[in-house]
């Protein structure tokens, strides 16, 4: 099969659909439509900003994996960059990150194999080399998988979790200037693919997921000056039913994006597709509902930050892939016409 994950289940989603109708007003923030994405749609993309500018590229159009790239600017909207070099494959599920102004594209699925290769992109010469591929202290070990996590901390790129023909745990960190990855502290959850990882100041997060067919309902904070996890507070109603009673936080193949040092986890699958995001304060340790996304429920989308705004990005519906793009802002008043 040309796509490993079987998406006909997905069908439920479509009736978790958000119209603006069906509105909690006691839901904060608004969402605005923007301006589609010039390529085609997709899902399991990935994004990154670098600057004023954000970029979407890869993933699954429905049909095969891509390997173009596009970027997208307030000011100038959408226009097409490098694809992947022709000896990249064109892949899904795969993992980006920033490191001094340089983005980092890696892993993934082809179609055939899961792929453990990483491409560098530099926004000043417009150009993509390649750099070292994740392997362990053994290079003839490949440590290949699909939809890990990725995140920068302290001018150092980290690698975790993620699906191998099993899910993983492991945690691997990537150092620029030697163009070499190191081997670090295994996550302290359990082993989960489809998760998110976010970073607030000097320390990052990892939340959501599965395995087995099971949503991990946990958080864990990465110090990466002592290399440890530190469990947060369940995001699930397990923990303190004083505060959490009402978290439906819950699933798989979420997007993600930082504002104002607070993280927002929106989209995404759990038994059927989700429109509800989640506002996560790291101080209070504690979750806040916000206005539900205003597209359809989707998964498997892109979550970025631009210009002080978070934004989600194409995904899937059922077996549609979509090319629709939606910014989000935490302080505006709901308005049911834009």
Partial sequence: MQHAKNYGWLLLGLLAACTKDSTDDDQNGNWKEMSELSGK???????????????IGTGYD??????????YSTSNGWSQI???????????????????????????????????????????TGAWTV??????????????????VAFVVKGKGYIATGYDGG???????????????????????????????????ERAFVVTGTNNSELKDDIWEYNPDADTWTEKRKISSLSDDSYDDDYDIVRS???????????????????????????????????????????????????????????????????????DIYVFDPFAEYDEND
């Fill in 253 to 323: 193949g979420a997007a993600v994006f930082i504002m104002n040092n607070k993280a927002y986890v929106c989209t995404g699958s759990k038994g059927g597709l989700s429109t509800h995001t989640w506002e996560y304060d790291p101080v209070a340790d504690q979750w806040v509902q916000m206005r539900d996304f205003e597209g359809v429920a989707r998964t498997g989308a892109v979550g970025f930050t631009l210009a002080g705004k978070g934004y989600i990005a194409t995904g899937r519906t059922a077996s549609l892939p979509l090319d």
């Fill in 131 to 148: 750099k070292a591929p994740l392997v362990g202290s053994n290079p003839a070990v490949s440590l290949a998988r699909r939809d890990a």
């Fill in 62 to 71: 429905g049909e095969k994996n891509l390997r173009d790239f596009w970027k």
């Fill in 82 to 124: 490098a694809d992947l070099p022709a000896e990249a494959a064109a892949r899904s599920s795969a993992v980006s990150m920033v490191i001094n102004d340089v983005a980092y594209v890696g892993t993934g699925f082809d179609g055939l194999v899961r792929l453990n290769d990483f491409w560098a992109y530099s926004p000043a």
């Fill in 167 to 201: 899910a993983l745990k492991d945690v691997w960190q990537y150092d620029p200037a030697a163009d070499k990855w190191n081997a670090r502290q295994s996550f302290g959850g359990s082993k989960r693919t489809e998760a998110v990882a976010f970073v607030i100041g």
């Fill in 41 to 55: 749609p997709r899902s399991e993309a990935v994004a990154f900003t670098i600057g004023d500018t954000a970029y």
